[in-house]
């Protein structure tokens, strides 16, 4: 029996499987190179603005009263949640609780203190009154004799005692009054509160979690905002800016659905020009500009939301003689 060859026989087969798989590898694992239809419409405008100069810009939806991230003043675990997002709330009303047992305890102290500040006046007011009784009773005798001058002086030195522990108890009650002041007002601290009317648009905290106060504290916990109108920020690049026909009106588009135009009214231009942020992904797209952001009120029932990125399209200036 003739025996196998691994140079002239296994090697060579060997070396044909590895090509096979080779090439099986690249034709399966290849990427799939062939054009299909965008997933997303380009945005595009139409009506008025199609034939005349135009800028192009890129916006996101927010509240007319811009958003409004709302902290605590006080850190603590969270009591209790009032509000839900979406729902409406006027300026006041409380939106969490902070845990406040540690501050009504405090309450429950000082107003112990207040009592015995009042008790302690009640007293030197009762042995001030004695004190300047024994005194004028023995100012008044007519006889200089009948009461020696040692007499008079230790009457004098009771009633100026007394008149010193009324006013020391008078001044403990006054700490006592000005330290239950600021502890009620801690304790209405640790209840949240709206600063505007308006919608909530998101809550981060939950009952039985810890809030902090401060810069860096974990904050915000309730994002809200005015919602009616709602207002989109556009941005422009600066090269561009130049070009607007400031006061007229865009067409907006949402992100992905370019047959939808809305027409929103022209509110103010910012006048700090800022880096941009908002970005279309475009591969194009250039993010080593500054933008000009212009505001535009979007008119009831746009069907946008908060936070939803829309396409913008702003008439332009012409230029002189065209």
Same mark, same amino acid.
């Given at each position: 029996?003739?025996?196998?060859?691994?140079?002239?026989?296994?090697?060579?087969?060997? =070396?044909?499987?590895?090509?096979?798989?080779?090439?099986?590898? #690249?034709?399966?694992?290849?990427? *799939?190179?062939?054009?299909?239809?965008?997933?997303?419409?380009? +945005?595009?405008?139409?009506?008025?603005?199609?034939? &005349?100069?135009?800028?192009?810009?890129?916006?996101?939806?927010?509240?007319?009263?811009?958003?409004?991230?709302?902290?605590?003043?006080?850190?603590?675990?969270?009591?209790?949640?009032?509000?839900?997002?979406?729902?409406?709330?006027?300026?006041?009303?409380? %939106?969490?609780?902070?845990?406040?047992?540690?501050?009504?305890?405090?309450?429950?102290?000082?107003?112990?203190? #207040?009592?015995?500040?009042?008790?302690?006046?009640?007293?030197?007011?009762?042995?001030?009154? =004695?004190? !300047?009784?024994? %005194?004028?009773?023995?100012?008044?005798?007519?006889?200089?004799?009948?009461?020696?001058?040692?007499?008079?002086?230790?009457?004098?030195?009771?009633?100026?005692?007394?008149? =010193?522990?009324?006013?020391? +108890?008078? =001044?403990?009650?006054?700490?006592?009054?000005?330290?239950?002041?600021?502890?009620?007002?801690? %304790? *209405? &601290?640790?209840?949240?509160?709206?600063?505007?009317?308006?919608?909530?648009?998101?809550?981060?905290?939950?009952? !039985?979690?810890?809030?902090?106060?401060?810069?860096?504290?974990? !904050?915000?916990?309730?994002?809200?905002?005015?919602?009616?109108?709602?207002?989109?920020? #556009?941005?422009?690049?600066?090269?561009?800016?130049?070009?607007? +026909?400031?006061?007229?009106?865009?067409?907006?588009?949402? &992100?992905? *659905?370019?047959?939808?135009?809305?027409?929103?009214?022209?509110?103010?231009?910012?006048?700090?020009?800022?880096?941009?942020?908002?970005?279309?992904?475009?591969?194009?797209? &250039?993010?080593?500009?500054?933008?000009?952001?212009?505001?535009?009120?979007?008119?009831?029932?746009? !069907?946008?939301?908060?936070?939803?990125?829309? *396409?913008?399209?702003?008439?332009?200036?012409?230029?002189?003689?065209?």
């Amino acid at each position: 029996m003739a025996r196998l060859s691994l140079t002239r026989q296994i090697l060579p087969v060997i =070396a044909l499987v590895g090509v096979a798989l080779a090439i099986y590898f #690249i034709i399966v694992q290849s990427p *799939d190179r062939s054009q299909a239809e965008a997933a997303e419409e380009p +945005a595009r405008v139409s009506g008025e603005l199609a034939d &005349r100069p135009r800028v192009a810009g890129s916006g996101i939806v927010e509240p007319s009263s811009e958003l409004v991230e709302v902290g605590t003043a006080l850190s603590g675990l969270v009591e209790d949640v009032m509000v839900a997002p979406g729902e409406t709330v006027t300026r006041g009303q409380p %939106l969490f609780r902070v845990d406040s047992r540690a501050i009504r305890a405090r309450i429950n102290e000082t107003r112990a203190a #207040i009592a015995r500040a009042d008790a302690a006046i009640a007293e030197a007011r009762a042995a001030e009154n =004695a004190a !300047g009784q024994q %005194l004028a009773l023995y100012r008044n005798i007519d006889d200089p004799l009948a009461v020696s001058r040692a007499e008079i002086i230790r009457a004098e030195g009771n009633a100026s005692t007394a008149r =010193a522990r009324r006013q020391l +108890a008078e =001044a403990e009650r006054a700490a006592a009054s000005a330290q239950l002041t600021t502890a009620r007002t801690e %304790l *209405d &601290r640790l209840t949240v509160r709206a600063p505007i009317t308006g919608e909530i648009l998101r809550i981060d905290v939950r009952p !039985g979690e810890m809030v902090n106060s401060g810069p860096g504290g974990g !904050g915000p916990y309730v994002r809200m905002g005015q919602t009616n109108p709602l207002h989109v920020r #556009i941005d422009v690049d600066e090269d561009e800016a130049v070009r607007v +026909a400031m006061g007229s009106e865009a067409i907006v588009s949402p &992100r992905g *659905d370019a047959d939808k135009r809305i027409q929103a009214r022209f509110v103010r231009a910012e006048p700090l020009v800022v880096p941009k942020r908002s970005l279309t992904n475009s591969a194009a797209e &250039r993010v080593d500009v500054r933008v000009v952001q212009l505001i535009y009120a979007l008119p009831e029932g746009s !069907g946008l939301r908060v936070g939803q990125q829309v *396409d913008a399209f702003i008439a332009a200036e012409t230029e002189a003689g065209q």
